[in-house]
T-cell receptor, first 110, second 112 residues
Framework: EDQVTQSPEALRLQEGESSSLNCSYTVSGLRGLFWYRQDPGKGPEFLFTLYSAGEEKEKERLKATLTKKESFLHITAPKPEDSATYLCAVQARRNNDMRFGAGTRLTVKP | DTAVSQTPKYLVTQMGNDKSIKCEQNLGHDTMYWYKQDSKKFLKIMFSYNNKELIINETVPNRFSPKSPDKAHLNLHINSLELGDSAVYFC???????????FGEGSWLTVV
């Protein structure tokens, strides 16, 4: 069965303190790995899709990387507005089903 | 303009009632979904529709039924609501299954 595990569950950073969020996955035939950001009371907002090991994507202070077993979301010099829950999801090639992790709740203090 | 919109945003209802949540997307996508986010924040797929055909149906009670009048709309009907149905329900859409999924703002359902 496909599984997605995100760590840590919660992360508190000071503004400017860089860190990484982890997404470990097992899937039979990965079609894509997705990162979303979810603010309280809102729907998930798409950030990145990664398709193959070694691929990297960047957007402002965020950089996502992918290996055959895990993905990292690196946050460089975060700001308070980066505070949100970050969700990771994997999509299997066999049925295109998307399975989500429980998310990492990031808080950035000024 | 909101890409994926769903109504109502909040719904409080009694056990045993029947309710519906409406969803519309203006992205020109051909696949729409319903996801449920439980108290532990896990997002789980309930249904997806592609060109009016159900293509995914996880182990969801048959009290839940999706209705798609056209490819821009996918409504969720829930019969005989139970306490355990309380959750946030997200509508979403994509251009064909297998591509990036875009979510609505969510509908908070509370069954009392």
């Amino acid at each position: 069965e496909d599984q997605v595990t995100q760590s840590p569950e919660a992360l508190r950073l000071q503004e400017g303190e860089s860190s990484s969020l982890n997404c470990s996955y097992t899937v039979s035939g990965l079609r894509g790995l997705f990162w979303y950001r979810q603010d309280p009371g809102k729907g998930p907002e798409f950030l990145f899709t990664l398709y193959s090991a070694g691929e990297e994507k960047e957007k402002e202070r965020l950089k996502a990387t992918l290996t055959k077993k895990e993905s990292f979301l690196h946050i460089t010099a975060p700001k308070p507005e980066d505070s949100a829950t970050y969700l990771c999801a994997v999509q299997a090639r066999r049925n295109n089903d998307m399975r989500f992790g429980a998310g990492t709740r990031l808080t950035v203090k000024p | 303009d909101t890409a994926v919109s769903q109504t109502p945003k909040y719904l409080v209802t009694q056990m045993g009632n029947d309710k519906s949540i409406k969803c519309e997307q203006n992205l020109g996508h051909d696949t729409m979904y319903w996801y449920k986010q439980d108290s532990k924040k896990f997002l789980k797929i309930m249904f997806s529709y592609n060109n009016k055909e159900l293509i995914i149906n996880e182990t969801v009670p048959n009290r839940f039924s999706p209705k798609s009048p056209d490819k821009a709309h996918l409504n969720l009907h829930i019969n005989s609501l139970e306490l355990g149905d309380s959750a946030v329900y997200f509508c979403a859409s994509s251009l064909s299954s297998g591509n990036t999924i875009y979510f609505g703002e969510g509908s908070w359902l509370t069954v009392v």
